[in-house]
């Protein structure tokens, strides 16, 4: 209620947009948005909680696809503009035209990771390469590989051979722990690959590094893979990589939600200490 109606947010924070029947959010209004919020809660920096955090390294390593996964990357991207250029679907709030959306947005993330899985097994896969050569330059450290995609694993597992272990969500509880413990305790165990079943609630800090097979699809996803690795305790910084395919949907996943997270903490920035809250 103190933001008002829904109807007069959107006039005062949002403006029009021709792909949104309720516009996009305006950022010179975030300031003004952030003092409205401010009494209402306590956002406090991890950091801040828990200054004995190892420190968190960053890298991006763009991947370059072939020219025969650019091929099939851009037929699948001229697929999606005709389905929206259609007649009689001039909104992207159509359910027809969402769910055409969701399942080529899906094919482009998948083509990026491996062709193999839109039933292209004669390409080039790019970003497992890219993979395989990333990891031999690691020695002796332990890695957390993360994708969103249960069947990119079997590929990704073939790549790095019988030194990876997987979590998937069709893994048992105690297969689950068993795993764990077998990439603390084995020397010779380097990688652990894991989907979203991986990214809650482990504790997986003998890995010096993260990578990211695919970008996650919100910062908060990004953040509890990075947490795995990154916990309390640790002294050695944790360096996160992420592969991203040049000039593709996951460039443009990055740069969401890097946006996302800029808005985030423009309208409810990180709060001070807690007294001066009192």
């Given at each position: 209620?103190?933001?008002?109606?829904?109807?007069?947010?959107?006039?005062?924070?949002?403006?029009?947009?021709?792909?949104s029947m309720f516009g996009v959010i305006?950022?010179?209004r975030l300031p003004h948005l952030a003092a409205r919020l401010r009494p209402f809660y306590l956002r406090r920096e991890r950091e801040a909680l828990l200054p004995d955090l190892p420190d968190l390294m960053e890298e991006i390593v763009p991947?370059?696809?072939?020219?025969?996964?650019?091929?099939?990357?851009?037929?699948?991207?001229?697929?999606?503009?005709?389905e929206v250029e259609?007649?009689?679907?001039?909104?992207?709030?159509?359910?027809?035209?969402?769910?055409?959306?969701?399942?080529?947005?899906?094919?482009?993330?998948?083509?990026?990771?491996d062709p193999r899985l839109l039933g292209s097994g004669n390409l080039q896969h790019s970003k497992l390469d890219a993979l395989k050569e990333f990891v031999s330059t690691l020695g002796t450290a332990k890695s957390l590989i993360f994708t969103e995609f249960a069947s990119a694993v079997p590929a990704i597992m073939e790549v790095l051979g019988d030194k990876a272990v997987e979590i998937t969500g069709a893994t048992s509880h105690a297969e689950r722990n068993r795993i764990v413990q077998k990439f603390h305790a084995d020397k010779e165990c380097k990688y652990l690959v894991g989907t979203k079943a991986v990214e809650m609630a482990l504790n997986l800090q003998a890995a010096d590094f993260v990578i990211?097979?695919?970008?996650?699809?919100?910062?908060?996803?990004?953040?509890?893979?990075?947490?795995?690795?990154?916990?309390?305790?640790r002294e050695d910084k944790v360096v996160s990589v992420r592969l991203i395919a040049r000039a593709s949907i996951e460039e443009k996943i990055y740069r969401m939600i890097e946006g996302k997270r800029e808005i985030s903490l423009a309208a409810m920035p990180y709060t001070e200490l807690i007294k001066e809250l009192i």
């Open positions: 209620r103190s933001l008002g109606s829904w109807y007069s947010f959107c006039a005062t924070y949002m403006t029009a947009d021709k792909f305006r950022k010179d991947v370059e696809l072939s020219e025969q996964e650019r091929k099939l990357y851009d037929q699948l991207v001229m697929d999606i503009l005709l259609k007649p009689r679907i001039d909104r992207i709030e159509n359910p027809q035209n969402v769910g055409m959306g969701i399942v080529k947005f899906m094919k482009l993330r998948q083509l990026c990771v990211h097979m695919d970008p996650p699809l919100t910062y908060a996803s990004y953040d509890q893979r990075c947490s795995r690795a990154r916990r309390q305790g």
